[in-house]
């Protein structure tokens, strides 16, 4: 049979590697780097190679699913869309719009017609009860750029490849291969620091990002804005340097007074983290090209508002905001932050109002994933009665997923647009099937904005998907035909009706040939601009240089706010709050490289060897514990508890212990054949869903008190909260 070889992207992670996909037929038979891609330069992980097993996968959903009293039954598109509109519209119609939610998960962004289609959807259900990925993650320093630079997607990114230190808080990248830091290969460019300069890892574990670095230092979890603190006022103590952006800054006499209010003794008492490395820390910050990167897990936690803002606001002080070697703003060619005929209007909204039972604040239009359960099981107006999951599985992915999974039944529909039956699909009445990557055209709208080099690529589909039949279709469609039945079901009048169809026969390709034409590299560059045509040309990708200090150009501000007043407020929580009780064992995640959080675990290639679903427990506290290597402990929190394998390990913080989320595929009904023969445990049985970050309202997915208890004798049994589940 012909065999062809097409250039592709991978969409598992952020990185974006280019990668040439080998066809027989309709079959994949080959993925490997493409070494034409100016960006990652033929860089691969094991993930990609995965590719090819989600797009044959027997397990993966083809057809339409309804749920019937036996189980699932296939059912044909206008059936399924048909009814699934007509009790939204009842639903919405009786209790009002909020009665219906949406939580729209991480692939989401990962996907040229998701990001393009899926808001027109959710603007048309018009609901307020929108919950996403966002706030299991990155709210914090989306909420800061909102705050600070004037929209929520002007997040900086560290200028990797020109930095002589860097300072890296609570991320992983050689491991998750970075994230709001686009850069493929991450692992080489990280060396190439080490080698140059300093790169400082502060986390609780010693991770495999912080084996590669000059310096690593344990931080006590949940405490990262402490440490900010200290860095803020050793760095204002020297005077600030602003450079350019030199009477372009507001807060600063706020910040001094913000800085005034913590001694470093604290400072080092909350953290773990001694003065003199505090101050050293500041000092190389100082460096003329110095980063201070802060992800996951400094944001998903107690502290994670303040310290989104403190990250920010650190950089900018010591002068290394907007400016080559630090951190530094994208020009996207097609811009997430302007789409055609946006405004520049800044977005700098934030609890503009509150979630109905918990008061949590919104942002950007969402409110708080840790309240999606409470606003499902209480009663009154307002209740959640109906739930689209979009390319999300929040059973496994949410703080206390077993409540979630328990609130999920009371609900009147469950709508699942997904590629599998996952753990929070099996409870849906429908599940629409999306296709899979290798069946889309991508752009990266979402990581070309946050890539550490400005670059655009596009790809045509490898396995290019019509859409219109029986099978899978695009989640462009799916959200565009559902958004059209709504109106319909509405009586919405023919304007309206007319204008949200016109993005239907624009498509994807046609959005982005606007986006292009329109964006910073589009027309403005008289014929050498950038257009689809152009992108199609190239397909391995188009380098267009290095990241240049635009801030002051980006920002719809007039002013950048280096404290603004809603951020600066959630202070006061953070200095008033209990100090740190020590004999507290504190839980923290964990990724591994093959894993993309709950869903790559059907892919056989991918899960050979030993489990990866262990608590990680230092040496002290596995003796104080009589918790022996290979044995099993049962590790309980307020909400639940789990009984996994242990590992011992100085690796990790004395008084921290650590679990890798996206585990527990034991449950029954799940379309995963292969995931639930290595089930684990979801370490989100454990977080919990009444702690959130008091500023932003962000899952506290790290810092969770525990107590872990050694098991006697042989393995038991395993069960969670009364389900077997143990490693099959
Ligand atoms: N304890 C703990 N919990 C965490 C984290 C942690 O560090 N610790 N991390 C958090 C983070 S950062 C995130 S982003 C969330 C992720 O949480 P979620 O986004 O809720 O979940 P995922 O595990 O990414 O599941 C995504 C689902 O989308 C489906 N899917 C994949 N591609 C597509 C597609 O193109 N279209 C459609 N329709 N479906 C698709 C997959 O089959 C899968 O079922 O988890 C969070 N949860
Ligand atoms: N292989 C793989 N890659 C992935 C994913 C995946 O599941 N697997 N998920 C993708 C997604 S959705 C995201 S958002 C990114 C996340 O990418 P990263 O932000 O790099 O996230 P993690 O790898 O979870 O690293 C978080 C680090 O924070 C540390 N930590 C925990 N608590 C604290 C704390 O209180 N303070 C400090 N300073 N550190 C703390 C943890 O030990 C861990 O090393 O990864 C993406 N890439
Ligand atoms: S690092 Fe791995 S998962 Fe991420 S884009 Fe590259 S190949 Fe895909
Ligand atoms: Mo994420």
Redesign the pocket.
């Known amino acids: 049979m012909e065999q062809r070889r097409v250039a592709a992207a991978c969409t598992l992670c952020e990185a974006i590697c280019g990668i040439r996909v080998d066809i027989e037929g309709q079959q994949v038979v080959g993925i490997r780097g493409d070494p034409d891609d100016p960006f990652s330069k033929g860089h691969i992980c094991p993930k990609a190679t995965a590719l090819g097993d989600i797009q044959h996968d027997p397990d993966r959903v083809r057809r339409p699913l309804r749920r019937t009293s036996t189980g699932f039954e296939e059912v044909s598109w206008s059936e399924a869309l048909g009814d699934i509109v007509a009790r939204t519209h009842a639903l919405q119609s009786e209790h009002g719009r909020d009665s219906v939610a949406a939580y729209v998960?991480?692939?989401a962004v990962h996907?040229l017609g998701?990001m393009l289609y899926v808001p027109d959807f959710l603007r048309t259900l018009g609901s307020r009860n929108t919950y996403s990925?966002t706030s299991?993650?990155q709210l914090p320093h989306m909420l800061a750029a909102a705050q600070m630079f004037g929209h929520p997607l002007l997040m900086p990114v560290p200028d990797v490849d020109r930095c002589d230190v860097m300072v890296i808080l609570g991320g992983n990248p050689v491991v998750s291969n970075g994230s709001i830091m686009t850069a493929p290969g991450i692992r080489g460019r990280l060396d190439a620091i080490a080698a140059r300069g300093r790169l400082v890892v502060v986390d609780p574990r010693r991770t495999e990002t912080a084996a590669r670095a000059t310096e690593h230092h344990f931080i006590r979890p949940g405490t990262d804005a402490w440490l900010l603190l200290g860095l803020l006022q050793v760095l204002l103590d020297d005077g600030p340097d602003w450079g350019p952006l030199a009477g372009h800054v507001d807060g600063v006499e706020v910040l001094h007074q913000v800085a005034g209010r913590v001694r470093l003794a604290d400072v080092s008492a909350h953290t773990g983290i001694d003065e003199d490395t505090v101050r050293s820390l500041a000092a190389a910050l100082r460096s003329e090209r110095a980063v201070l990167y802060g992800r996951?897990g400094a944001c998903?936690q107690r502290s994670g508002g303040v310290s989104g803002w403190l990250l920010y606001a650190v950089n900018a002080v010591a002068g290394n905001l907007d400016r080559p070697g630090g951190l530094m703003f994208t020009q996207p060619a097609v811009d997430p932050v302007y789409p055609p005929g946006a405004s520049r209007k800044p977005r700098t909204g934030f609890a503009r109002w509150r979630s109905r039972v918990r008061g949590l604040p919104e942002f950007s239009g969402e409110l708080p994933t840790s309240t999606l359960s409470d606003e499902i099981e209480t009663p009154g107006e307002g209740q959640v009665r109906g739930l689209f999951v979009?390319?999300?599985?929040?059973v496994?992915?949410a703080p206390n997923g077993t409540r979630l999974e328990r609130a999920l039944e009371q609900l009147e529909l469950l709508v699942s647009?997904?590629?599998?039956v996952?753990e929070t699909a099996r409870r849906a009445d429908y599940v629409l099937p999306?296709v899979p990557?290798l069946g889309r055209d991508h752009y990266d709208v979402a990581f070309h904005a946050l890539a550490v080099r400005n670059t655009a690529k596009f790809v045509a589909a490898p396995l290019p998907t019509p859409g219109d039949g029986d099978e899978e279709r695009h989640?462009w469609r799916i959200a565009q035909e559902l958004m059209e039945r709504l109106l319909r079901a509405r009586g919405a009048g023919v304007r309206q009706r007319l204008s949200r169809a016109s993005k239907r026969w624009l498509g994807p390709r046609g959005q982005l040939r606007l986006g292009l034409r329109l964006g910073p590299w589009g027309h403005w560059h008289g014929l050498s601009g950038i257009t689809l045509g152009a992108l199609r040309s190239q397909p391995s990708g188009v380098d267009l240089g290095p990241l240049q200090p635009c801030v002051l150009e980006r920002s719809p501000l007039q002013r950048l706010q280096l404290a603004p007043p809603q951020l600066v407020a959630g202070l006061d929580d953070l200095l008033g709050g209990p100090a740190a009780d020590a004999s507290q064992l504190l839980l923290i995640?964990r990724r591994d490289l093959r894993s993309a959080?709950?869903?790559l675990h059907n892919a056989p290639r991918l899960m050979k060897g030993k489990s990866r679903c262990t608590l990680l427990v230092h040496p002290d506290d596995a003796a104080a514990r009589g918790l022996q290597a290979a044995g099993e402990a049962v590790v309980r929190s307020r909400v639940g508890e789990v009984q996994v394998p242990v590992e011992i390990t100085d690796a990790i913080m004395p008084g921290v212990v650590s679990l890798p989320?996206?585990w527990g595929h034991h449950r029954s009904g799940v379309s995963w054949t292969t995931a639930a023969k290595h089930a684990g445990h979801s370490?989100?049985d454990l977080?919990d869903d009444a702690e959130v970050d008091p500023l932003s309202g962000n899952a506290v997915?790290n810092g969770v008190p525990v107590e872990v208890q050694a098991i006697a004798g042989p393995r038991s049994m395993a069960t969670i909260n009364g389900v077997d589940c143990r490693d099959q």
Do not use: E, F, I, M
């Open positions: 998960g991480n692939p996907n998701s990925a299991l993650d996951l998903a979009w390319s999300g599985n929040p496994l992915s647009v997904d590629l599998y996952n999306a990557p989640d995640g959080n709950s869903w989320h996206g370490v989100n977080t997915l």
